[in-house]
T-cell receptor
């Protein structure tokens, strides 16, 4: 059974701080990893994808992948109240549908 | 930008009714997916399709069927709606061999 584990939170950080979201996955042959952001009542929005070990930066977001440890994380620098949402981690193997975690709720207080 | 649209944002149906949820994408994507999302259970895959007239069962296909007669349109059918099918239904699409999925706005279905 392929699984993704995320801490459900809520994770609370003050405005301007770094938020760190973590995810572990069960399938060693997984190739692609994704972070989605979902605001309450809305659909998931893709914010980061990462395919190789190491860091990938996009603006205030950094995704980190460690395939040996089966671990992927998302760092949000200079957190803003507008970052308050649920963050979903997902992975897939080639040619299959995505496997999603249940999400971590982030709350950024001003 | 990828655009995935769903026929209704909110829908209220009665137990036993046949329900059609429509999804349309405008980016010529080969792959389309139907999920439901429930509190505490996350996103669960119902059905997906890799091509016109092709369909594959996901993790929870019971009580649902799908139709894909045109590349841009993927329909989810609840043959006889039940109260345990009250949920948020999300459609997604992706280009062949690219795994990034793009979601529609969702349909919140209530079955009474």
């Amino acid at each position: 059974q392929k699984e993704v584990e995320q801490n459900s939170g809520p994770l609370s950080v003050p405005e301007g701080a770094i938020a760190s979201l973590n995810c572990t996955y069960s399938d060693r042959v997984s190739q692609s990893f994704f972070w989605y952001r979902q605001y309450s009542g809305k659909s998931p929005e893709l914010i980061m994808s990462i395919y190789s070990n190491g860091d990938k930066e996009d603006g205030r977001f950094t995704a980190q992948l460690n395939k040996a440890s089966q671990y992927v994380s998302l760092l949000i620098r200079d957190s803003q109240p507008s970052d308050s949402a649920t963050y979903l981690c997902a992975f897939n193997q080639a040619g299959t549908a995505l496997i999603f975690g249940k999400g971590t709720t982030l709350s950024v207080s001003s | 930008d990828v655009k995935v649209t769903q026929s209704s944002r909110y829908l209220v149906k009665r137990t036993g009714e046949k329900v059609f949820l429509e999804c349309v994408q405008d980016m010529d994507h080969e792959n389309m997916f139907w999920y439901r999302q429930d509190p505490g259970l996350g996103l669960r895959l119902i059905y997906f399709s890799y091509d016109v007239k092709m369909k594959e069962k996901g993790d929870i296909p019971e009580g649902y069927s799908v139709s894909r007669e045109k590349k841009e349109r993927f329909s989810l059918i609840l043959e006889s709606a039940s109260t345990n099918q009250t949920s948020m239904y999300l459609c997604a699409s992706t280009k062949q061999a690219t795994p990034e999925q793009y979601f529609g706005p969702g349909t919140r279905l209530t079955v009474t």
